[in-house]
């Protein structure tokens, strides 16, 4: 009996092999859970979901910058599973540029993108909990949700914004019986940082910077989010865990 038997959860952007959203779709699947992946691309997240332990999980493809998309897929998953009972609002951008040299569209597809979708599709998955009165909203955060780092401006604030947007759906959505949490990974080896990793002198910083003197294996996030997607976390609601190897803790 897993942590998750019998809980359908939707995990966004999660089709990427090496990603925070895949790691965590692979642990709730062998808790027992029915995953739906949804990303770009349909057959990209089809694979990722064929991939899972078990079975009865779903690709769909998922513009999350699309209301209607965003509708379509959780209209969708209702209809094929019946109900959505976890949402980890996974899927996400990073653009390194210079506030100075940044276009406004860049900064704004960005904020589009990282934060008014997890509000979009949260309010789609949270309308349908609500009937049932439970489910668990998870945002991924990010060590940019307390601190700034030069270059990564809309990130950064996005990132600000989605441990303030868990915090208004914990104060609207609590007494619908919905837990709403958020999780901020420290510098974790994904394919967004692909750049920063083949760095030297970044992988050094990195090394420095956190206690733990190496960078977070996207598996070490998903523990952190089973426990919020799990009845463990029933009387959490409104917080923001790091999962950072103690990086936000320390000058
Ligand atoms: C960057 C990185 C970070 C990490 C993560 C840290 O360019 O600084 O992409 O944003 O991905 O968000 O918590």
Redesign the pocket.
């Known amino acids: 009996m897993g942590l998750l038997t019998g809980k359908i959860a939707v995990v966004t952007g999660a089709a990427s092999p090496r990603g925070l959203g895949k790691a965590t779709a692979k642990l709730f699947a062998e808790h027992g859970a029915t995953v739906v992946i949804t990303d770009l691309d349909e057959a990209q997240a089809q694979a990722a979901a064929d991939d899972l332990p078990g079975e009865g999980h779903m690709g769909m493809a998922c513009n999350v910058t699309d209301k209607e998309a965003c509708f379509a897929t959780a209209a969708a998953v209702i209809e094929k599973l019946g109900a959505v009972d976890i949402l980890v609002n996974n899927a996400g951008i ?1 653009f ?1 540029k210079p506030m100075l040299e940044l276009e406004t569209a860049d900064w704004r597809r960005v904020l589009d993108i990282n934060l008014t979708a997890a509000f979009v599709v949260g309010r789609e998955a949270a309308k349908r909990m609500a009937k049932r009165g439970r489910g668990k909203v998870i945002n991924i ?5 307390e601190l700034a ?1 030069a ?2 401006a809309p ?2 604030v996005a ?1 600000g914004g989605i441990k303030m947007l868990t915090k208004a759906m914990a104060a609207e959505w609590g007494e619908l019986g919905i837990q709403s949490n958020a999780i ?5 080896v ?1 394919d ?2 692909e ?2 990793l083949s760095n030297p002198d970044f992988d050094a910083w990195v090394k420095g910077r956190t206690p733990m003197r190496r960078w977070g294996l996207p598996e070490e996030l998903a523990g952190t989010c089973i426990y919020l997607a799990s009845d463990a976390s029933n009387y959490v609601s409104g917080q923001i865990i790091y999962a ?1 190897g103690g ?1 936000i803790s320390v000058l």
Request: charged fraction near 15%.
């Open positions: 990073q390194r955060g990010s060590l940019t949700s780092r270059t990564v990130y950064t990132k901020g990974p420290g510098y974790m994904t967004m940082n750049a920063l950072d990086m």
